[in-house]
C-alpha cells in the first residue's frame, strides 16, 4: 500500500476549514496529482467547542499544536494560526523535527522569515508561502519560475482587498470611509479590527516577501517601508479625484537595480489615471505588475483573499514540497474548488 502524505493542520477558522474542504472535495485528483494520498492527521484549534462546519473531522481535532508539530507520523505541517509568537514557535518546532511547512503567515514571514528560511535550510525541508501574499494569484511562483532570466527591475500592485474594497465603494457611491468600512466588516471583507488593513500594514508585510523574491542577496528583515494607509481618504479626495478622471488606490512598489538590491520601496494611496493596469482593479480583487528588463510589463490579476483561493495556493504549495511524486494530467489537474 503506497504512504499516504500525512498533513498536521495548524488553526481551523476561514482558511483552515477552506484547506479541509479543499483537499475532501478533490482527494481523487489530489491522489493522481501526487502519485499518493494526502490526508489530514491532526488539527490543533484553539476552542476545541467551537462550532465546525460539517465536514471537518472533529475526532482529529486537539488543542495543542506542539502534539501536531512533534508526531512523527505526519510529514507535513500546514500553519494557518495566523500571528507571531506562537506561530513562530510552532514553526520553529515542526521544522527543527524535520517537517516540511507551508504557511499563509505573512506577519510571520515579513519579520521573521530569514530565521525559518534558515532553520529549513539546516534540517533540509521545505518552507513554502505563496498562500501568504495573494491567496489565488501565483505571484511567488511566478517570480520564482518564469523571472530566471529577466531581471525585475519594478513590481507594483494592489494587494489588500479590504482597502481596495473600500475605496472602490467610495469611488462609486459616494459613501464616506467610515461607511465603506463598516460595509466591508458586514460582508466578511474586514476584520473586526481592521488597522492592518486600512492602515498599511498588511499590504506591506506582503510588499516585503515579494520582495524577498526579487532580491535575493539580502534578507527580508533588512527591507524597510514605511507604510501609509487609506484610513485619512476623505469622500472631498475621492470626488477631487473623479474630477480628474483618476481614482485613488492603495498600492505597493518597489524598484531595483540591475544587481537585484532595492532601490525604494512604497506603500500608501497613489492617484491613478485611466491608462493605468491598476486603475480597473476594483472590488476585493488584487493584482500585480511585473516589470523585467527583457518581457516587459505583465500583470497578475485574481482573488487576492477568501478562504478558498488561499486553500488553493497552499494545496498548489504541497505540490512544490513533493515535485517527484507529481503526474502531468494537462487541463485536469485544476482543483475545483466548489461553489462560493
Same mark, same amino acid.
Given at each position: 500500500?503506497?504512504?499516504?502524505?500525512?498533513?498536521?493542520?495548524?488553526?481551523?477558522?476561514?482558511?483552515?476549514?477552506?484547506?479541509?474542504?479543499?483537499?475532501?472535495?478533490?482527494?481523487?485528483?489530489?491522489?493522481?496529482?501526487?502519485?499518493?494520498?494526502?490526508? @489530514?492527521?491532526?488539527? #490543533?484549534?484553539?476552542?476545541?467547542?467551537?462550532?465546525?462546519?460539517?465536514?471537518?473531522?472533529?475526532?482529529?481535532?486537539?488543542?495543542?499544536?506542539?502534539?501536531?508539530?512533534?508526531?512523527?507520523?505526519?510529514?507535513?505541517?500546514?500553519?494557518?494560526?495566523?500571528?507571531?509568537?506562537?506561530?513562530?514557535?510552532?514553526?520553529?518546532?515542526?521544522?527543527?523535527?524535520?517537517?516540511?511547512?507551508?504557511?499563509?503567515?505573512?506577519?510571520?514571514?515579513?519579520?521573521?522569515?530569514?530565521?525559518?528560511?534558515?532553520? #529549513?535550510?539546516? !534540517?533540509?525541508?521545505?518552507?513554502?508561502?505563496?498562500?501568504?501574499?495573494?491567496?489565488?494569484?501565483?505571484?511567488?511562483?511566478?517570480?520564482?519560475?518564469?523571472?530566471?532570466?529577466?531581471? /525585475?527591475?519594478?513590481? !507594483?500592485?494592489?494587494?489588500?482587498?479590504?482597502?481596495?474594497?473600500?475605496?472602490?465603494?467610495?469611488?462609486?457611491?459616494?459613501?464616506?470611509?467610515?461607511?465603506?468600512?463598516?460595509?466591508?466588516?458586514?460582508?466578511?471583507?474586514?476584520?473586526?479590527? #481592521?488597522?492592518?488593513? /486600512?492602515?498599511?500594514?498588511?499590504?506591506?508585510?506582503?510588499?516585503?516577501?515579494?520582495?524577498?523574491?526579487?532580491?535575493?542577496?539580502?534578507? @527580508?528583515?533588512?527591507?524597510?517601508?514605511?507604510?501609509?494607509?487609506?484610513?485619512?481618504?476623505?469622500?472631498?479626495?475621492?470626488?477631487?479625484?473623479?474630477?480628474?478622471?483618476? !481614482?485613488?488606490?492603495?498600492?505597493?512598489?518597489?524598484?531595483?537595480?540591475?544587481?537585484?538590491?532595492?532601490?525604494?520601496?512604497?506603500?500608501?494611496?497613489?492617484?491613478?489615471?485611466?491608462?493605468?493596469?491598476?486603475?480597473?482593479?476594483?472590488?476585493?480583487?488584487?493584482?500585480?505588475?511585473?516589470?523585467?528588463?527583457?518581457?516587459? =510589463?505583465?500583470?497578475?490579476?485574481?482573488?487576492?483573499?477568501?478562504?478558498?483561493?488561499?486553500?488553493?495556493? @497552499?494545496?498548489? =504549495?504541497?505540490?512544490?514540497?513533493?515535485?517527484?511524486?507529481? !503526474?502531468?494530467?494537462?487541463?485536469?489537474?485544476?482543483?475545483?474548488?466548489?461553489?462560493?
Amino acid at each position: 500500500m503506497v504512504k499516504p502524505i500525512r498533513i498536521g493542520l495548524l488553526g481551523c477558522g476561514v482558511v483552515g476549514t477552506g484547506v479541509v474542504r479543499v483537499l475532501q472535495q478533490n482527494r481523487e485528483r489530489i491522489e493522481a496529482v501526487f502519485g499518493r494520498p494526502v490526508e @489530514i492527521e491532526k488539527i #490543533a484549534v484553539a476552542d476545541l467547542t467551537r462550532p465546525r462546519m460539517s465536514f471537518v473531522p472533529v475526532a482529529k481535532l486537539c488543542d495543542d499544536w506542539k502534539r501536531v508539530c512533534t508526531d512523527d507520523n505526519i510529514d507535513v505541517i500546514i500553519e494557518v494560526m495566523g500571528g507571531q509568537t506562537a506561530a513562530k514557535d510552532a514553526v520553529s518546532v515542526a521544522l527543527q523535527h524535520g517537517k516540511h511547512v507551508v504557511t499563509a503567515n505573512k506577519e510571520l514571514l515579513s519579520t521573521q522569515g530569514g530565521a525559518l528560511y534558515e532553520l #529549513a535550510r539546516s !534540517r533540509n525541508v521545505r518552507l513554502e508561502c505563496e498562500a501568504s501574499v495573494l491567496g489565488g494569484i501565483p505571484a511567488l511562483h511566478t517570480l520564482e519560475t518564469y523571472f530566471r532570466v529577466n531581471q /525585475i527591475r519594478k513590481l !507594483r500592485g494592489i494587494v489588500n482587498g479590504t482597502s481596495n474594497y473600500i475605496l472602490t465603494k467610495m469611488h462609486a457611491d459616494g459613501t464616506e470611509f467610515a461607511e465603506a468600512l463598516a460595509e466591508a466588516q458586514e460582508l466578511g471583507y474586514a476584520e473586526p479590527d #481592521a488597522t492592518m488593513d /486600512i492602515e498599511g500594514l498588511d499590504a506591506s508585510f506582503k510588499l516585503q516577501i515579494l520582495a524577498k523574491y526579487v532580491s535575493k542577496t539580502v534578507t @527580508i528583515a533588512e527591507f524597510k517601508a514605511q507604510p501609509s494607509g487609506i484610513s485619512q481618504v476623505t469622500q472631498q479626495d475621492i470626488q477631487q479625484a473623479l474630477a480628474q478622471g483618476k !481614482r485613488i488606490k492603495h498600492v505597493v512598489s518597489a524598484e531595483f537595480a540591475a544587481d537585484g538590491c532595492i532601490t525604494s520601496m512604497h506603500v500608501g494611496p497613489q492617484l491613478l489615471s485611466s491608462d493605468d493596469v491598476l486603475y480597473h482593479v476594483n472590488g476585493v480583487q488584487n493584482a500585480l505588475e511585473l516589470s523585467g528588463d527583457i518581457v516587459g =510589463d505583465i500583470l497578475l490579476s485574481g482573488p487576492g483573499a477568501g478562504a478558498l483561493p488561499t486553500a488553493s495556493a @497552499i494545496v498548489e =504549495d504541497l505540490a512544490k514540497v513533493y515535485p517527484t511524486h507529481l !503526474r502531468c494530467l494537462g487541463n485536469s489537474s485544476v482543483m475545483s474548488v466548489g461553489s462560493r
